[in-house]
């Protein structure tokens, strides 16, 4: 049957073959006829009671379950497995399965706890997912290259494959996680949508007529059919808040440094201009700050060369709940800028309703609302463009010849010429002098602040589309003036594409061709059912801050989107009835 | 008689007079000649008692007479105005000279002070001169460069020159600083040596047949014959570490990040596989804690998009004293790793004594010394010096172009081949490979000390050389692996060389010929009164730790060094006499 099939083709197939047969017999489901959304009910049809009941638990509650041994570690970790199993086989989101490990580390952890009457650490029995970069040891790391299956990165015959394990999986491991599986990524990570010749093709849970986003696609799409609680994502454009968004789930992206990259696989790895970062990915903000505040816990600045020592910082977690607090006698000491677009491309209609929404909420509530400009975003787009460029490619290029595999159509690989050291130091300028010009922009909305402090987050959208068609991520300029920036942001899900909601009717002025063709290319009856997230955006090293505000803001979109308020609105003060019945929340 | 001058001979030499003509003529000295050592007795010849009672205090002891009005700002800036002017008449370690403005600063202070009865910041009153890097409004800035004369950066009719101030100095005017020169650097900036065609040569005050240092040479100079009682320079390379040992005092190299380079001129701007940063200078360690903790207090994260939000942290200060304190009964609690060369080049005699005899106290008073490996300094100076020269030497010979100005024999420009954008993403990742090694070797040594813990800092020579014979700085190998690693060190003078104590009997067995060559350049006699510093390493962003520990290893050295110990031996412990009479101290 591999005729006429050529070598990568066969080593391909081989390895997707080999992570189904990962999957226990019992757990392998045949005959499949899936709707468009296989999340909720058609996925729950695959579990048992207790199983779901565990699964759609967020990190937080399982790990208060966990610790407090009402839940064992063993019974979680199986549920997890089971789920993500299913998962896999409806939307090809896991590039690694090792269920056998982890039910024996959950198996020790359940030990450990009954001997000693004390939990491991912070995240004692919860499973985590991790996106195929960083390196477990027993199983590969493929990062979707077909050259890289059964070697060190694509280096043949080195003693570390399938043994070294990276920083974080090391400091997860201490604070009692239990991993499980790897998940998909795109050939390169650098597309927005996730396809490589392993997997092929991650789909959309929610839709899968559509694009899970990239590059940490497999764990947007694992944690939105709650195949995993919690896991970890890479983001040097967008890598893990484009996911966050498409799959309706929640997403941080720190500034570089904060989380340990130290012996993690990379794309154009030494390239630092614009530096790649890890951030957790999970079904609620109160997760992502279990998993961020947990592994701070472990000083990773003291294994990663690269990390720095900053700690969780509790002061400034408590005086942003402080300020939360406050700001429900005084709403106006809470100010947010509003982008609802980036001067580029338009945002189709359910994105650009969903910033509508967050907008008239924030209003509402009478929250300072500043009008921010999209002026300053295609510099740092095309600054970020160069960076991911300026060795033209080669890097990508080499790790794709290993095999000779042919790219999927969504693969990005830069076509810049190579730059010269002087040529790399003069891009490091101007993105110098571009953060300098944003900083200054922000710095002087304490012209138009109550409190006369600058704002305290931006929020803008994630992408032009929610969750896209395959084939038409092509605008990226949302998400990666952030990373020019390095700025801290959290994208949380808003709302979904209705079909009978979001129809196209004004086309806006358009800014440029690109535009109009992204533009064209909303369809209502397509996208129906696409998750919907927006980027809420600090300035560098605000993750402390941002993840509350994320998690206040989230709390208001949920009052503002509960259709049944009454007596309920304490997270929120002010409520416009009339703003309610235009939403739907997961 | 310009005749037979070239044009760049003859703007620089205008320059070099215009230096001269900014010194008021009551300042001006004729004829003289001076002796070698130009410190201490014969600068005071220049001044009055109450001049030298004020430019002899230390930033701390100026600022807590400027802060509590028992001396005025205006007098204390005449008084190092003074100083200062003297100073560049024997060593030539000035670049820019605005007395009048800093006269009118400092009446402006004592004016607010007189009026509000509050200091404007910390650093009230206080003389403060800056390497010529930083923009100053009203004066130029060269670095050294003829062809900047006049311009902004080399950049002619442009707007900002003489009128953009560098973000540091924006923050010093904020303290309560009073600026008043800029001080010399070396052309290109990438020199142990400070020369260049405006002011030719800035020689060691201690000894005037030798060098300043560089390339923060001027600086060091100019501390050293207490012009100024603090500054500020830059390191690259240990352009703030060299000048410090060379002049006999104190420096500190932060992390990268950690002060504001924001807005200041420099060589290869956008190099950022290894970081420049900026540090204070001055004559205690006291003092250095003191403007250090000044710049922090001004958030310069708010303002320089590369700054860290990493404030004064109070806590590891703290926790540092206390560590020191209860060493006293348990000196085991402190544990040092003595590097007494790189492995590459021997220190010359004066060097090598000034190691043993730091060797001796910490093992005399009982602290745990572990013999450091010197194997992995070479790696850490071949990636260092592939950094500084991976664009060819293009942007330094582009400036060294705008005039034409022939290159001073100590300059220092690469000759390597001009990197592309794939190289230097390679050559970033052997530098974090670099780093994660020499942590790995750092974090390893917690199996040789009585508390477990790593050791707490690494003690190292700076350069082979005692302050250096011009011409010969040929070896950086000291000080570049500590850039490499982006490791804090505060240098600290420990003696001078001695012509009668410090002969070269026995040679050491050679490494190489570079070993060789500058070993046999020793000279007992020409290096007599040369300045000894040796560097106290911590790890990234140690800043507050190391401080506190080189303020308490200077109180011993101190100690150790004076002759009349009866009575006076509270700031260390177990003092054996022997130790005592090998070393002088200024």
């Known amino acids: 049957m591999d005729k006429g099939k050529s070598t990568w083709q066969k080593a391909a197939e081989a390895k997707r073959q080999a992570i189904l047969e990962a999957i226990p017999p019992k757990w392998r489901v045949q005959h499949l006829t899936p709707p468009n959304d296989v999340t909720g009910t058609y996925i729950q049809r695959f579990l048992n009671p207790r199983e779901i009941e565990i699964t759609e638990a967020d990190a937080v509650s399982i790990t208060t379950q966990t610790n407090s041994r009402k839940w064992t570690a063993v019974e979680v970790t199986e549920a997890f497995c089971h789920r993500a199993a299913i998962a896999h086989q409806l939307v090809n989101c896991l590039h690694e399965i090792f269920f056998e490990d982890a039910l024996k580390v959950a198996k020790e952890l359940d030990d450990h706890l009954a001997a000693t009457g004390k939990p491991k650490g912070p995240l004692h029995g919860l499973p985590v997912s991790l996106k195929d970069q960083f390196h477990v040891k027993g199983v590969d790391t493929t990062m979707g290259y077909v050259g890289w299956i059964g070697t060190f990165q694509g280096r043949k015959d080195d003693s570390r494959a399938r043994v070294v394990e990276s920083e974080l999986v090391r400091e997860l491991r201490n604070l009692g996680a239990v991993l499980f599986c790897k998940t998909s990524a795109p050939l390169t990570l650098m ?26 696609g497999g764990e947007g799409a694992l944690l939105a059919l709650r195949g995993s609680p919690a896991g970890f994502g890479t983001d040097i454009g967008g890598s893990i808040r484009i996911p966050a968004a498409f799959n309706g789930v929640f997403g941080l992206r720190p500034s570089a440094g904060r989380m340990p990259y130290e012996g993690a696989a990379n794309s154009i790895d030494g390239q630092n201009t614009i ?7 999970a079904t609620s903000v109160e997760s992502l700050r279990l998993l961020f505040k947990a592994v701070l816990s472990q000083k990773p600045w003291l294994h990663d060369p690269l990390a720095l020592p900053l700690p969780w910082r509790n002061d400034i977690d408590m005086k942003t709940q402080k300020l939360i607090e406050a700001s429900a006698r005084d709403p106006s000491l809470l100010a947010f800028g509003i982008m609802p677009h980036d001067g580029v491309v338009h945002p189709h209609p359910p994105v650009e309703e969903a910033m509508t929404f967050i907008k008239d909420i924030l209003q509402d509530m009478g929250h300072r609302v ?14 970020a463009d160069k960076a991911y460029s300026m060795d033209s490619g080669e890097d990508l290029l080499s790790h794709i010849a290993l ?3 042919a790219l999927p159509l969504q693969s990005f690989i830069g076509k810049s010429k190579h730059f010269n050291a002087g040529e790399v130091a003069e891009l490091n300028v101007q993105k ?12 002087r909305t ?12 931006i929020i803008c959208p994630t992408a032009p589309y929610a969750a896209v068609i395959p084939g038409k991520f092509c605008h990226s300029g949302y998400t990666t003036f952030i990373n020019t920036l390095d700025y801290t942001t959290v994208v949380i899900p808003i709302t979904f594409a209705d079909k009978e909601v979001h129809t196209a009717e004004d086309p806006p002025q358009f800014f440029n061709q690109l535009d109009q063709k992204v533009y064209s290319e909303y369809n209502a009856e397509i996208y129906h059912g696409a998750p919907v997230g927006i980027q809420i955006v600090g ?16 709390r208001c979109v949920k009052m503002y989107s509960d259709e049944d308020l009454e007596g309920s609105n304490s997270g929120c003060h002010g409520i416009d009835s ?9």
């Open 403 to 405: 095999s000779g595999e």
């Open 539 to 554: 300035k560098r090293y605000e993750e402390e801050k941002i993840l509350a505000l994320a998690e206040y803001i989230t």
């Open 191 to 216: 597309s927005g949508e996730t396809a490589n010749n392993i997997i092929e093709y991650t789909y959309n849970p929610n839709n899968r007529l559509l694009s899970s986003g990239g590059s940490s």
């Open 275 to 281: 530096l790649s970062v890890i951030g957790p990915m």
């Open 446 to 457: 304490n012209d138009m602040t109550a409190t006369r402090r600058p704002v305290d987050a």
């Open 432 to 443: 110098r002098e571009y953060m300098k010009k944003y900083m200054d922009y922000w710095n």
């Open 578 to 586: 009339s703003l309610l019945s235009r939403q739907r929340w997961v």
């Open 370 to 383: 500043i009008d921010w400009t999209p002026e300053l975003c295609k510099e740092g787009q095309i600054i």
